[in-house]
């Protein structure tokens, strides 16, 4: 009887390493007249001009590409009249890492971000490999291409090139998903679209007002399941990689809404039911301390002029932010590509004289 479950159970990872394998197989590493050629046009979301588009992706290539140790990744142009930025990239792809055995290889590209129209064109190209076993550069044509990685029937990853292919492929998703997520918010297209996202939790010590525990001892009633222009997801799918970013929390009505700059801080569980955790000033904490919902919005970094413009509800108008009501009546930004409404639960330690956490229990979660 073992026999026959080591069988089955060796049947199923066989089924699970193929499926594992497909996307590396035929057709996942382009070529263009015989050179290994990346390419991904990745669009925003929301309107955005031609300079205002360029010095945002300047800035991300600014952040992204530039020396670390012996990683010697660089911005090489970055001419605003033809609005093309050009990167050198290096990283490293580990193979295999343990306490006796360190198998890695460096890769070498050049990335071209081409912007304008309401899109980035990404191409990453001269793509080279540096291992032990050889003492030259290892061009991507001699390594990952189909005729090279892939055995005759182009059904399985040959020995020895299979690694390099299927790291060279995850890492150039992984820049154009690291794109992706810096001009909408999440990934939506593509092979980028493949994003991991979970739950960020923090252990706190809880000190909800006597009053607003008894308030959240009831179950919340989600009855709107469809807001325009956005899709509700799961509260445990808000992404991890939010943490730190600049949010803004809305309370009010959306005739006169109040909005505070604040930093988002994950979540946390309180009596069995999700909590979101923001830190805000102290000096403005009083603008949603008595409100019993409101709503934490993200935005991409296209709107940090609009954000920078905001101080409490005086400069809404200027900010030019379009105010909507929810289903919990608190009132959101649509220009957000993530909100989530909560219900206020109280305070808890904060980091810092000058700061005050909100607790608050997450009702819906929407994302465009």
Same mark, same amino acid.
């Given at each position: 009887?073992?026999?026959?479950l080591l ?7 066989s089924?699970?390493?193929a499926?594992?394998?497909s996307?590396?197989l035929?057709?996942?590493?382009p070529?263009?007249?015989?050179k290994?050629?990346?390419?991904k046009s990745i669009a ?12 945002l ?8 590409y530039k020396?670390d140790?012996?990683l ?8 605003p009249?033809?609005r093309?930025?050009?990167c050198?990239g290096e990283?490293?792809?580990v %193979? $295999? =890492? ?6 890695? *290889?460096? !890769?070498?590209?050049q990335?071209? /971000?081409?912007?304008?129209?309401g899109?980035c ?10 291992y032990s ?5 290892q061009p ?7 005729k090279?990685?892939l055995?005759k029937?182009g059904?399985?990853?040959n020995r ?6 299927m790291?060279?492929?995850?890492s150039?998703n992984?820049?154009?998903?690291s794109?992706?997520i810096?001009?909408n ?8 679209a ?5 739950v960020?939790?923090?252990p706190v010590?809880v000190?909800?007002?006597p009053v607003i525990?008894k308030?959240i001892s ?11 222009? %956005? $899709? =509700?997801?799961?509260?445990?799918k808000?992404? *991890?990689? !939010?943490?730190g970013?600049?949010? /803004?929390?809305?309370?009010g009505?959306?005739?006169e809404?109040?909005?505070i700059?604040?930093k ?8 069995e ?12 904490y009083s ?11 993200f935005?991409?970094e296209?709107?940090d ?10 400069k ?5 932010f379009t105010?909507?009501?929810?289903p ?10 993530m ?6 639960s ?20 929407w994302?465009?």
């Amino acid at each position: 009887m073992n026999k026959y479950l080591l069988l089955v159970f060796l049947f199923f990872v066989s089924l699970f390493s193929a499926a594992q394998q497909s996307k590396y197989l035929s057709g996942a590493v382009p070529e263009v007249g015989g050179k290994v050629i990346f390419e991904k046009s990745i669009a925003v979301k929301q309107p955005i001009d031609d300079e205002r588009f360029f010095s945002l992706m300047d800035k991300w290539a600014q952040d992204n590409y530039k020396v670390d140790g012996d990683l010697n990744s660089r911005v090489l142009l970055s001419d605003p009249q033809s609005r093309t930025i050009a990167c050198g990239g290096e990283e490293y792809l580990v %193979f $295999k =890492k343990s306490a006796l055995v360190l198998d890695q *290889a460096k !890769m070498t590209y050049q990335m071209i /971000l081409e912007v304008g129209g309401g899109k980035c064109n990404v191409t990453v190209r001269n793509i080279r490999y540096s291992y032990s076993d050889s003492k030259e550069l290892q061009p991507a044509e001699q390594m990952i291409t189909d005729k090279i990685a892939l055995n005759k029937k182009g059904d399985k990853l040959n020995r020895y090139y299979d690694k390099f292919r299927m790291q060279t492929i995850d890492s150039i998703n992984s820049i154009f998903r690291s794109i992706d997520i810096y001009l909408n918010g999440v990934s939506t297209t593509g092979a980028a679209a493949q994003q991991v996202v979970a739950v960020v939790e923090q252990p706190v010590a809880v000190v909800p007002a006597p009053v607003i525990e008894k308030e959240i001892s009831q179950p919340l009633q989600n009855t709107v399941s469809t807001i325009s222009g %956005f $899709k =509700k997801i799961p509260a445990d799918k808000i992404p *991890a990689s !939010m943490m730190g970013k600049e949010v /803004l929390i809305l309370s009010g009505n959306v005739k006169e809404p109040s909005a505070i700059l604040a930093k988002w801080k994950g979540t946390s569980t309180l009596m069995e039911r999700l909590q979101a955790i923001t830190n805000v000033s102290a000096s403005q904490y009083s603008l949603i301390e008595n409100a019993k919902t409101y709503t934490i919005c993200f935005f991409t970094e296209i709107y940090d002029d609009g954000l920078a413009k905001l101080n409490g509800s005086e400069k809404i108008k200027d900010a030019e932010f379009t105010p909507v009501a929810m289903p919990s009546g608190s009132p959101a930004f649509s220009e957000a590509w993530m909100i989530i409404e909560c219900k206020k639960s109280g305070e808890i330690p904060a980091e810092g004289a000058n700061l005050k956490s909100c607790l608050g229990e997450i009702i819906n979660v929407w994302i465009k």
